[in-house]
């Protein structure tokens, strides 16, 4: 396989990158869900774009390439998570009226290297279940029933990444039953979103296999989720 990348596939892979740093900022921000007793974190605007954009390129470039541009928007949001935490150590400001800045400022991106700690653990399995999944049914299937393999696919995925995301992020802020419903209603209403946007999905798939001239199937193709110069 080529080791060349085009256009196309690197403004994906900077936009799954995007969806994974800025999700971090928006996971302490719960909400109700229309009046119900149900609340979700503000992560669920975004993350799920980053499962489309895995199945894309899983669908499109093949897994090995799906995994690189999975260690790359991990080791992007380690960075960020480390800066965090370094701005956050720095000492107050001069002016007092600095310093209620400063406090609120630590007191949200003080939150990132935790919920980047455990975004990165679970997005690396749950993004690598993602594409071996996608990569195993494309295979199976010959290519066909897409949006089947994206909605199953990405399915494992999240419910991988929500089981372990979750339960570390809010220990000792919610309950454990709050919080593993807190992960089975976030998985919920990822996959939904899925669904609603599968018919664009396709539509974006059909269109870069053919501005591309490729379709990847994966035979042969070690599935080491560490294996990351075999691209």
């Known amino acids: ?27 302490p921000r719960l909400w109700q869900v229309a009046g119900l007793p149900l609340q979700l974190s503000g992560a669920v605007l975004l993350f799920p774009v980053s499962y489309i954009l ?13 995994r690189f541009v999975i260690w790359l928007a991990f080791l992007l949001s380690a960075f960020v998570a480390v800066m965090a935490q370094l701005v956050c150590w720095l000492p107050a400001p001069l002016q007092d009226g600095g310093k209620p800045v400063a406090e609120s400022f630590n007191s949200l991106f003080g939150l990132v290297p935790r919920t980047t700690l455990a975004s ?5 399995v749950g993004s690598t279940v993602n594409a071996w999944v996608m990569s ?4 199976s ?24 995301f979750f339960p570390v992020v809010f220990w000792g802020v919610l309950s454990g039953g709050a919080a593993f419903q807190l992960a ?7 996959v939904l979103y899925e669904i609603v946007a599968l018919p664009l999905t396709a539509w974006a798939v059909r269109r870069l296999k053919r501005a591309e001239g490729i379709d990847t199937f994966d035979e042969g193709v070690n599935y080491n989720p560490f294996k990351i110069k075999d691209i």
């Open 136 to 139: 195993r049914m494309k295979l």
């Open 184 to 190: 089975l209603t976030q998985v919920c209403a990822k």
């Open 141 to 164: 299937s010959q290519g066909r029933l897409f949006g089947v393999r994206a909605i199953l696919s990405s399915l494992a995925g999240e419910l991988a990444d929500s089981l372990i």
């Open 54 to 66: 895995n199945d894309c390129l899983t669908e499109v470039y093949g897994y090995r390439k799906a």
């Open 120 to 124: 990165l653990v679970a997005f690396f």
């Open 1 to 27: 396989m080529s080791k060349s990348f085009s256009t196309r596939f690197l403004v994906m892979a900077t936009a799954l990158t995007v969806c994974l740093i800025t999700s971090n900022f928006f996971v």
